[in-house]
């Protein structure tokens, strides 16, 4: 069975720390992509990768970052961790092939306090 | 890319079909329609997609009009699991940004 895997389930942390959000695939797709899901809102693009190093932002881009340096592996990245990315964080991936959809991951539930 | 506009809820009863309605008149012709669900706490499932044909595997059918400016996901036999928030989503292979508006809630009654 194909997985999107995010490493945690559940996180705190606290204000102003750094936090890494990891994801990994093990279907060889080229496009991963991280959302954030709060209540009323829907989810919402942060970042996605279309390819190994390459990224690009979201719509919600301020105050992350992100790697991939191997194709299976997208890391999102709190700089400094602020109370308003209390959230759902969503990781996702895509074939890069002809109208195929997104395989999600379970999400980490992330508290800043 | 195309937004769609879904009912916020609905409810459907357990072994009825469950008939989702979703609104997408601005859709251009190389735009695919797809399908997710989420059920609570979990991360969206992928459901089915389509173009202009209608579609049907082992969760679902899809049934798009001629114009395309509308579809209907079919859930043929509704199950108390079925319960979850159902998205509507449109874009072409090349679209990275999908977007997800906050879906119908439906709930299956016993």
């Known amino acids: 069975d194909v997985k999107v895997t995010q490493s945690s389930r559940y996180l705190v942390k606290r204000t102003g720390e750094k936090v890494f959000l990891e994801c990994v695939q093990d279907?060889?797709?080229?496009?991963m992509f991280w959302y954030r899901q709060d209540p009323g809102l829907g989810l919402r693009l942060i970042y996605f990768?279309?390819?190994?190093?390459?990224?690009e932002k979201g719509d919600i881009p301020e105050g992350y970052s992100v790697s991939r340096e191997k194709k299976e592996r997208f890391s999102l990245i709190l700089e400094s961790a602020s109370t308003n990315q209390t959230s759902m964080y969503l990781c996702?991936?895509?074939?890069?092939?002809?109208?195929?959809?997104?395989?999600f991951g379970s999400g980490t539930r992330l508290t800043v306090v | 890319d195309a937004k769609t506009t879904q009912p916020t809820s609905m409810d459907c009863a357990e072994g009825r079909a469950a008939n989702l309605p979703c609104n997408h008149s601005?859709?251009?012709?190389?735009?695919?329609v797809y399908w997710y669900r989420q059920i609570h706490s979990q991360g969206p499932q992928y459901i089915i997609h389509?173009?202009?044909n209608n579609e049907t595997n082992e969760m679902a059918s899809l049934i798009i009009t001629e114009d395309r400016k509308s579809s209907t996901l079919i859930l043929p036999h509704a199950t108390l699991r079925d319960t979850a928030v159902y998205y509507c989503?449109?874009?072409?292979?090349?679209?990275?940004?999908?977007?997800f508006g906050t879906g119908t809630r439906l709930k299956v009654l016993a």
């Open positions: 279907m060889d797709h080229e496009n």
């Open positions: 989503i449109v874009g072409t292979s090349g679209t990275y940004k999908y977007i």
């Open positions: 389509g173009l202009k």
């Open positions: 996702a991936s895509r074939p890069g092939t002809l109208g195929l959809g997104y395989t």
């Open positions: 601005t859709i251009s012709g190389n735009e695919y």
């Open positions: 990768s279309y390819d190994v190093k390459m990224k």
